[in-house]
Nanobody, 115 residues
Framework: QVQLVESGGGLVQPGGSLRLSCAASGTSFSFYTMGWYRQAPNKERELVATITSGGSPKYADSVKGRFTISRDNAKNTVYLQMNSLKPEDTAVYYC?????????WGQGTQVTVSS
């Protein structure tokens, strides 16, 4: 079974930056689209960004121009570089392997943006 492990979350001031990592094991990571999602308290989980196996990114409007998704297939890792962070970015961030038949989620990592 595939395993996804997120890391890099924490507390950051508004305007600051964080880099999240998602390390995958147990599957051929390089063949799949990967996604980052987030869920704030009392809100639905929402898509933040995706990146295809070929490296093509897509972003939610709320993070365009501030976040960058990337991947390193050799390291079986996907990243989310978050710049110009806002309090409304506060959420648990989840990594997802976008498999049609067997999607997989990471455990999540907390990002808190507060002064």
């Amino acid at each position: 079974q595939v395993q996804l492990v997120e890391s890099g979350g924490g507390l950051v001031q508004p305007g600051g930056s964080l880099r999240l990592s998602c390390a995958a094991s147990g599957t051929s990571f390089s063949f799949y689209t990967m996604g980052w999602y987030r869920q704030a308290p009392n809100k639905e989980r929402e898509l933040v960004a995706t990146i295809t196996s070929g490296g093509s990114p897509k972003y939610a409007d709320s993070v365009k121009g501030r976040f960058t998704i990337s991947r390193d297939n050799a390291k079986n890792t996907v990243y989310l570089q978050m710049n110009s962070l806002k309090p409304e970015d506060t959420a648990v961030y989840y990594c997802k392997l976008e498999s049609r038949f067997d999607p997989a989620w990471g455990q999540g990592t907390q990002v808190t943006v507060s002064s």
